[in-house]
Structure formats: C-alpha cells, structure tokens
C-alpha cells in the first residue's frame, strides 16, 4: 500500500516487484534510487523487510509529490496537523486541483503536500488532477467525495512512513530521471515509469516517446536496475535484450471492481532473477 491513493500504485504486485528487487541486492549494494517514486508503493513494504541500505534517494518530476515525501521525512507532525484540519468538498476539491496544476517552489511546502494527498484522496481512481472527484461534480453516483478520507489511516501511514525512512540517509530530489540514475556507486535503481500507452491520461508528470527511449538508453548504462512497465510492444523491442519477466495484474482505473482487466504487467531486470 502507497503512502496516498495513486494510479499504477503497485500494490497488486509488490510482493512480486520486492522479490526482484531482493535478487538484485547484494552485500556491496549501499544505495537505493527511486527516480519515478510516486506515492511510494513498492517502496514502502520494501522497506518494510529492512533491507541492508545506507542511503535511500526519492525523486519524482513533480513537484507537489517531492513535497509530499519532504513533509513526511522533515515534518510528519505538522503534516498530520494539516490533514486533521482538513474536511473533503466538491468545491475544495476543485480549488486543489487548480492550485496543484500551477504550484510553484513559493509555497509551504507542508501546505502542498497536504493538499496534494487530499486531492488524490478525494479523486476518482487515485487521478488527483488528472481526473474528478468521487461521485462526480453533482454528488450523483453511489460514493461522495469524502467516502476515502480516513485521517486516522493516513496519519498512521505518515508516520510509519516517516519511522521507516528515518533508519537511513535519505535524499529527496524534484528532479528528471535521467539525473538521477547511475550517481552513485554500488546502487538499486527500482524505476516505475508513466505507463507507455496511458501514462498521459493518468499522470501530472508524463513522458513522450523520446524521453521512454531516453530512460532505456540511461539504464543501459547502469548496472543494476529493476523497472516495471506495461506490457506493449514498443517497450518489449527496446528492452529485448535484457530480462524480460510477465506478472499478471488487475488493472481497476475505470472499472467496477467485478469487472476489472486482467492483464500482464512486465519486470525487466538488469540481472537474470535466480530463485
């Protein structure tokens, strides 16, 4: 389970996803990269089995996130504080979500961050703003805006959170991947790229064609990486020569709960996984 409510979160398949991570381990390993960290749902229960690290660096391309994991390593207590005093509305929902797409380094950080989970949380499918609030605009459908805002679960999560990073150094960057791969000696890089084929519908942050080339090309000079990706051809050719692996997931962006896809997502892995 992430840190908030985020599309492509991974929790469906982390158990999975840690498995290839743990393969890709080794005792000379010191530093763990997550340049895609999003709301952190592979990297929390991988924490979670206290893996032998003594650096873990966090960068996402979007700012409100990057805010998010600095409130929560630098400022749990007044991030909670926030998130208690917050109530979910339609009209809330809306100002959030205008106030997000123009964000800008000016505002307290805290503030962004609180109310960056708060959009997703009242988001239809995790979107934040790239979708609608729970219900709709007139409060028509089965569920309200409010019917995922649980404070004592996010509070909880926040500190936990906030328990499991403080046993490392951590570095938190608002940066472009391609920064952020291959900077330091003996590293894991776990990367979650925007999904090849709807990744502009469902994220803030996307990637064009060029920059999916671009994050192959900066892998294919890193050794020791594990990524997941959905399963297309184009990604399947331009990782043909690495490790291919297929973990079937159910995907639930847009679908009724009984209806979802059943489909295969890929891990593609630096190193041949050895059970």
């Known amino acids: 389970m992430g840190l908030f409510r985020y599309p492509g979160g991974k929790q469906r398949i982390s158990t999975e996803i840690i498995k290839y991570l743990h393969n890709q381990l080794s005792t000379q390993t010191t530093h763990y990269i997550e340049p895609f960290v999003g709301a952190g749902g592979i990297l929390l229960p991988f924490l979670k089995t206290k893996p032998a690290l003594d650096c873990i660096h966090l960068n996402d391309l979007?700012?409100?996130?990057?805010?998010?994991?600095?409130?929560?390593?630098?400022?749990?207590n007044l991030l909670c504080s926030w998130l208690e005093s917050f109530y979910p509305t339609v009209d809330t929902f809306y100002r959030y979500k205008e106030d997000l797409?123009?964000?800008?380094?000016?505002?307290?950080?805290?503030?962004?961050a609180m109310?960056?989970?708060?959009?997703?949380q009242m988001s239809f499918s995790g979107l934040g703003e790239m979708g609608g609030p729970i219900g709709g605009k007139e409060q028509r459908g089965r569920w309200g805006v409010g019917c995922r805002w649980n404070i004592k679960r996010l509070c909880a999560r926040v500190n936990e959170t906030h328990s499991l990073l403080s046993r490392y150094h951590v570095v938190l960057t608002n940066k472009c991947f391609f920064d952020t791969i291959g900077i330091y000696k003996n590293a894991l890089h776990y990367c979650d790229p925007p999904y090849f084929e709807k990744g502009n519908q469902l994220y803030k942050s996307g990637m064009t064609l060029e920059e999916h080339v671009k994050l192959?090309?900066?892998?294919s000079h890193s050794d020791n990486w594990v990524l997941s990706y959905d399963n297309v051809p184009t990604i399947v050719e331009l990782y043909k020569d690495k490790h291919i692996y297929n973990i079937d997931v159910k995907y639930s962006v847009g679908e009724e709960k009984n209806s979802r896809k059943k489909s295969k997502e890929l891990v593609i892995t630096s190193h041949e996984f050895t059970s």
């Open 216 to 219: 192959f090309s900066t892998l």
């Open 62 to 76: 979007d700012y409100s996130i990057y805010c998010v994991w600095w409130s929560v390593y630098n400022s749990p």
């Open 115 to 120: 109310r960056k989970i708060a959009l997703h």
């Open 101 to 112: 797409q123009n964000v800008s380094p000016d505002h307290p950080k805290v503030e962004v």
